[in-house]
C-alpha cells in the first residue's frame, strides 16, 4: 500500500495529527477554524508554501536513494523544487509573502539550499522508507485511559546505519540556527520518539536536518535525545488539548501569529 494510501486509511479513523496540537497550542481559535469549522483559508504563508516545496524536492532525493538509484543532483533537486513551488502558487489561494520576498526570489533560494543539500547532505547507508505515515494510541500518563483518537503523523524518511540502528529525519527550513532550548523541548520532535518504537523503529535517533536560508545557504544536523519523562509530558500535552477541544474550549490568542493567520477575516467577523 503507498504511503498516501496508508495515511487516508489512517486518517479515515478518529486521530489528531501533531499539527492540529501545535495549532491549538498557538491558538486554539484558529484551530476551531481549520479542524472544527472547516473554514476555508484566505492566504497561505509563504514560508509554509516554501517549506512544503522543499520537502517535495526533498522526498525525491531519499525515494531515488530507496530504489537503488543515483543520488539526484542540484540541477534534478532544483526542478523538483520548481515544479512544485509553482505548482502550489498556482492554487487558488494566495500566497502572503515577508515584505523584503517575492516569488522569484523565493523560488532562487530554494533552488541554491537544495544545491547546498546536494553538497553537504551525508550519503546515508540505506533509506528504509520516506514520508512514512504513523499512528500511535494516546494513553493518559496520569489514569492510563486511552483516548479513542490516535496520534497520526508522517516521518520525512527513515534511514538505517551499518549497525542496523535507524534514525528518522526531520526536514525544517529557517532563517536561524535552532537554539538547545528548541531542540530539548520541540514537541514534534518528542512525537516521533513516541512513535519511533511503536512503529518498529526501535530506540530510532531523531535528526533534524535543517536548511538555512542564510546570505550563503547551509545545513545544519541536530541529534536530539529524548526521556521518558519527556515523552509523559507530550501525553499530557495531548491529554490537555483535545480535553479543552471536547469542552469547546476555542479562544483567541492574539499575537505575531494573526499577521499571517489564514482566518485572520473569519475570526474577526466572529
Ligand atoms: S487572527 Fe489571531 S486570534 Fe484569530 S484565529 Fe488567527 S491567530 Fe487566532
Not at 16 to 23: C, D, Q, R, Y
Not at 29 to 47: H, L
Not at 62 to 72: F, H, I, Q, T, V
Not at 98 to 118: I, N, P, Q, Y
Amino acid at each position: 500500500m503507498s504511503a498516501a494510501a496508508t495515511l487516508a486509511l489512517v486518517r479515515a479513523e478518529p486521530h489528531v495529527s501533531f499539527s492540529a496540537v501545535s495549532t491549538y497550542l498557538k491558538c486554539p481559535r484558529s484551530y476551531e477554524m481549520r479542524y472544527v469549522r472547516r473554514a476555508p483559508a484566505e492566504t497561505r504563508p509563504g514560508s509554509l508554501v516554501f517549506g512544503s516545496a522543499v520537502h517535495e524536492a526533498l522526498a525525491t532525493f531519499y525515494d531515488a536513494l530507496r530504489e537503488g538509484k543515483a543520488a539526484p543532483g542540484p540541477e534534478a533537486m532544483g526542478d523538483a523544487f520548481r515544479a512544485s513551488w509553482a505548482r502550489q502558487l498556482a492554487g487558488d489561494v494566495p500566497v502572503l509573502f515577508d515584505e523584503k520576498d517575492t516569488a522569484a526570489s523565493v523560488e532562487d533560494a530554494g533552488v541554491r539550499l537544495l544545491a547546498c543539500f546536494c553538497a553537504q547532505a551525508p550519503p546515508p547507508h540505506a533509506v528504509v522508507d520516506v514520508e512514512a505515515p504513523f499512528a500511535i494510541e494516546i494513553a493518559d500518563p496520569d489514569t492510563g485511559e486511552v483516548l479513542p483518537e490516535r496520534l497520526v503523523g508522517v516521518f520525512d524518511a527513515v534511514v538505517r546505519d551499518p549497525d542496523g540502528r535507524h534514525r528518522i529525519l526531520e526536514h525544517k527550513t529557517g532563517a536561524r540556527r535552532w537554539t538547545e532550548d528548541r531542540l530539548a523541548y520541540d514537541l514534534q520532535l518528542t512525537a516521533y520518539s513516541l512513535a519511533a518504537p511503536v512503529m518498529g523503529l526501535g530506540d530510532a535517533a531523531v535528526v533534524v536536518q535543517l536548511l538555512l536560508k542564510t546570505k550563503a545557504p547551509a545545513l545544519e544536523r541536530y541529534e536530539v535525545a529524548r526521556t521518558e519523562r519527556d515523552r509523559q509530558d507530550l501525553r499530557r500535552v495531548l491529554v490537555g488539548v483535545l480535553t479543552a477541544v471536547r469542552a469547546g474550549a476555542f479562544y483567541p490568542v492574539r499575537d505575531w501569529h494573526c499577521r499571517g493567520c489564514a482566518f485572520a477575516g473569519a475570526c474577526v467577523a466572529g
